[in-house]
């Protein structure tokens, strides 16, 4: 399997995974067959044209679609279950701790994709900027990101455990 950094690797728990696979199978499955019995009953209605209902279930559909390709997506990438090491070194599935340099705070995050939502704690995506800086960094490195408004902030990576769950 590929390393955890790979950028195209989704660390997810199996928790999100499992629930990630039962609306995948839902959708690509009876979703489908329900989308598709709303669109039939709307085009039975007649002029398509003027059919609020049979656009509507158009436009779901397409949602539903675009969800299935992108479950499909993590599905195919993710590596789930086991957490990284802990080696000190951030990477997806880690329970990170940083100190913004220059002032007291620390933030404590999951390093992970934003699948992992129902996470007891806020979820850090590698693919933002400051997720992006900070993988593969050690603990006592520093890294420095980009703001939206283009000014740059740097942080002290404090911990980097992995995440055992809630």
């Known amino acids: 399997m590929a390393d955890s950094r790979d950028e195209n690797v989704t660390w997810l728990t199996q928790e999100a995974y499992d629930r990630l696979k039962a609306e995948y199978e839902y959708l690509s499955g009876?979703?489908?067959?329900?989308?598709a019995k709303k669109i039939e009953a709307a085009r039975e209605e007649g002029d398509l044209r003027e059919n609020g209902g049979y656009h509507a279930a158009k436009?779901?559909?397409g949602k539903m679609e675009a969800r299935i390709f992108h479950l499909r997506q993590i599905l195919d990438n993710a590596r789930a279950g086991k957490p990284p090491a802990a080696d000190g070194v951030v990477e997806p599935g880690m329970t990170v701790t940083i100190r913004f340099v220059g002032d007291d705070d620390e933030v404590t995050f999951l390093l992970a994709s934003r699948e992992e939502s129902g996470a007891p704690i806020d979820v850090y995506s590698p693919k933002s900027p400051l997720g992006a800086a900070i993988n593969g960094k050690k603990v006592g490195d520093k890294a420095t990101y980009a703001l939206p408004n283009g000014r740059q902030n740097t942080v002290e990576i404090l911990e980097a455990v992995p995440y055992i769950g809630s």
Not at 30 to 35: D, L, M, S, T
């Open 59 to 61: 436009d779901e559909q």
């Open 30 to 35: 009876p979703g489908r067959v329900e989308i």
